[in-house]
């Protein structure tokens, strides 16, 4: 069974720090793997989505890399603004299968 | 237009009622899903419908009843809810056979009482 962990939980910054954030999962045979930004209450805004035969895309400040053989993903966030505040998950998609399993989510707060 | 609409955004109501949620999208794609989310924590899929058949049902008990109509629009019937039900329900849609890239709904806010 796919488990996808996220490592920090939470995070706290000021405004203007270069962070990243980290994506582990268990079975490396995966389809493709998106980064979503959620805000409270609301839905889920898709960042990016890195294809298996990819290593990394980029999306102006954000980039996200994949190394599918050792089961890690990262999201580069370049000099972080308190607009980025939010929970940002990783998911992964199996091949053949169009189901998302997703992180356990970071907590972002970004201070002024 | 990547947009995923749902109505309505939110619904409280008792565990002897019937309602249901909309969700639609104009993107051509074939697949749709319905997801599940408590606070805190990540969305729990609970169906996927490919080309207007249900194709996953995560074992979710019978009173949620999706159904989807057209391969725009998805609903899910809710009948004798519990207050555990007290969720925020995502819709999504991908095309089935390129990236499958989810797009999601800004969701309903369901409150059971």
């Known amino acids: 069974k796919q488990e996808v962990t996220q490592i920090p939980a939470a995070l706290s910054v000021p405004e203007g720090e270069n962070l990243v954030l980290n994506c582990s999962f268990t079975d490396s045979a995966i389809y493709n793997l998106q980064w979503f930004r959620q805000d409270p209450g609301k839905g889920l805004t898709s960042l990016l989505l890195i294809q298996s035969s990819q290593r990394e895309q980029t999306s102006g400040r954000l980039n996200a890399s994949l190394d599918k053989s050792s089961g890690r993903s990262t999201l580069y966030i370049a000099a972080s603004q308190p607009g980025d505040s939010a929970t940002y998950l990783c998911?992964?998609?199996?091949?053949?299968?169009?189901?998302?399993?997703f992180g356990t989510g970071t907590r972002l707060l970004v201070s002024p | 237009d990547t947009e995923v609409t749902q109505t309505p955004k939110h619904l409280v109501m008792g565990m002897t009622n019937k309602k249901s949620l909309k969700c639609e999208q104009h993107?051509?794609?074939?697949?749709m899903y319905w997801y599940k989310q408590k606070a805190k924590k990540p969305p729990e899929l609970m169906f996927v419908y490919s080309y207007e058949k249900l194709s996953i049902n995560e074992s979710v008990p019978s009173r949620f009843s999706p159904e989807c109509p057209n391969s725009s629009l998805l609903n899910l019937h809710l009948h004798a809810l519990q207050p555990e039900d007290s969720a925020l329900y995502l819709c999504?849609?991908?095309?089935?056979?390129?990236?499958?890239?989810?797009?999601f709904g800004p969701g309903t806010r369901l409150t059971v009482t």
């Open positions: 999504a849609s991908s095309q089935p056979w390129t990236t499958y890239e989810q797009y």
């Open positions: 993107m051509g794609h074939r697949a």
């Open positions: 998911a992964v998609t199996h091949t053949g299968f169009q189901k998302l399993v």
